[in-house]
């Protein structure tokens, strides 16, 4: 926020004072803030630990926001929008605010998808979404070898994402940096971070190992919500 700070100085203040927090207050969706995580850091241990957590929510997603916050300080009529038509839209913005609000904006919607779906207790999908998974992905087994070799195979830092569609079917997409398939027009049902700041402190360079072990802090049910609200047009991030 500092650079904000430094920016809302004399003339600048009552400009952007006039323009950006009104329409901020009047409940449009920047702002952004770094929401609480939906449960206790240490919920996803043995598998991920609670230092991990709290430093990539604390600090990593934490910087996530606050530059994205920074960039559209100075881009008002942008913070009326909401983030999934942001990145839908990541080709239009002013081309000075583009990259910060790809990688800063891409790292809020993905963090904030990443805590949804996990803090559970693993296990398997049931319902229509199993049914989506044998249909569209080759069934559950199949499923988790793919997604897993898609994040073995992310080379540097990205992320492995299942699509949805408003007809419900699935597939599996691979992004680097902070890019997500709502860049593309889509929406995410799930996804995995394998930035090493994800599982370093744990799991070092063995990254099949923590795609491995993430399978195990799955809430399933979050994750057939996020299915539902897709099908129903109301999943946004
Ligand atoms: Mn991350």
């Keep these: 926020m500092l650079s904000r700070r430094h920016l809302l100085t004399g003339a600048t203040l009552l400009a952007a004072s006039a323009a950006i927090p009104r329409a901020w207050a009047q409940g449009a969706p920047g702002p952004f803030k770094l929401d609480p995580l939906p449960y206790a850091p240490s919920k996803n241990e043995p598998h991920i630990d609670t230092q991990t957590m709290e430093l990539h929510h604390g600090k990593h997603h934490a910087a996530y926001v606050n530059n994205l916050n920074a960039a559209l300080s100075q881009n008002g009529e942008l913070a009326r929008m909401p983030l999934h038509e942001m990145l839908g839209r990541i080709g239009d913005l002013p081309e000075s605010a583009r990259s910060a609000i790809r990688n800063n904006g891409g790292g809020h919607a993905n963090h904030t998808m990443f805590w949804q779906v996990m803090g559970g207790a693993g296990g398997e999908p049931s319902g229509e979404l199993k049914s989506a998974i044998d249909r569209d992905l080759g069934g559950f087994q199949k499923f988790q070898t793919d997604f897993n070799t898609a994040g073995e195979k992310q080379f540097g830092s990205g992320w492995v994402f299942v699509t949805v569609n408003r007809d419900g079917k699935l597939a599996l997409v691979a992004k680097p940096n902070q890019d997500t398939p709502l ?21 070092q360079n063995r990254r099949p ?4 072990a993430w399978w195990n802090v799955l809430d399933w049910n979050k994750i057939g919500e ?9 999943l946004t991030i």
């Design 226 to 234: 996020r299915y539902a609200a897709a099908k129903a047009g109301t």
């Design 183 to 203: 860049m593309d027009g889509q929406r995410v049902l799930m996804g995995n971070d394998v930035w090493e700041h994800a599982y370093y402190l744990k799991y």
């Design 209 to 212: 190992e923590y795609l491995k």
